[in-house]
């Protein structure tokens, strides 16, 4: 047990010899960085046995922030030209109002441009037209309906559906017609025969009317 601890410590100790190596050559590729070589600038005192002064990048930073907020920035010059480079290692996340402003405009205009070209995902061809979509779902509504017209066995197809259902509504049309006249003819005879009856009972009554008036004449005159 006390072996594998040892190889076990040997192996960190060798695991972190290589980590500080790879540090160590960053810091060297840093170093030689033009941009970074004013941080390194008398920094002999800060090695101190393989180790560095912690506070010693602190105070670069500091100084060189120093020194650019006392200088005006610089009118804009070509790309060859040199230049300083200030880092920001850490940031407090505050934002100045004119940031703000415009992070509140780009917001307003990407809500616009959403609401004109449409977001979210896409929905079944058959809502587009029932829906309010943007200009992405009707634009894929009308490459489907494009497809479709394109297509020549689909349009042979619905050309025989639209044949068949034609022919029967021509079928249901004619039946219809021919149900309707025949009701139309069966009301007709019913009512030309209560005419008929009618015209029998009339002739017998005017056969006795002469009669009838004769008695009223006569009734009139026994009467007076």
Same mark, same amino acid.
């Given at each position: ?5 040892e ?13 500080m ?18 941080l390194? !600038? ?10 560095? &002064? ?24 070509? #790309? ?9 290692? /850490?940031?407090? *996340? ?13 917001? &307003?205009?990407?809500?616009?441009? !959403? ?9 079944a ?8 979509? *943007? ?5 894929? /509504?009308?490459?489907?309906?494009f497809?479709?017209? /394109? &297509? ?7 050309k025989?559906? #639209? ?20 009701q139309?003819?069966?009301?007709? !005879? ?9 015209m029998? +009972?009339?002739? !017998? ?5 002469? #009669?009838?008036?004769? +008695? ?9």
């Amino acid at each position: 047990a006390e072996s594998n601890k040892e190889e076990s410590t040997k192996r960190t100790i060798a695991q972190t010899r290589e980590s500080m190596k790879a540090m160590w050559q960053s810091v060297e590729q840093l170093k030689s960085n033009p941009h970074l070589s004013s941080l390194f !600038e008398d920094s002999t005192e800060s090695f101190v046995d393989g180790t560095v &002064d912690s506070k010693y990048f602190a105070k670069r930073l500091q100084e060189l922030q120093e020194r650019g907020a006392s200088q005006k920035p610089p009118h804009r010059q070509d #790309a060859s030209a040199s230049s300083e480079a200030v880092l920001t290692l /850490c940031h407090d *996340g505050s934002v100045n109002g004119s940031k703000l402003h415009q992070l509140k405009e780009l917001s &307003d205009r990407l809500n616009s441009l !959403e609401g004109v070209v449409g977001s979210g995902p896409g929905i079944a061809p058959e809502t587009l037209l029932t829906t309010k979509g *943007g200009i992405v779902r009707n634009i894929e /509504c009308l490459n489907q309906r494009f497809a479709l017209l /394109c &297509d020549q066995s689909r349009l042979s197809a619905l050309k025989k559906n #639209a044949d068949t259902l034609k022919e029967a509504f021509k079928d249901i049309q004619s039946s219809t017609l021919v149900n309707i006249e025949e009701q139309s003819t069966k009301s007709k !005879e019913q009512k030309i025969n209560k005419m008929f009856e009618m015209m029998e +009972r009339w002739d !017998e009554a005017s056969h006795a009317l002469p #009669a009838i008036v004769d +008695r009223l004449k006569a009734l009139k005159d026994l009467n007076q």
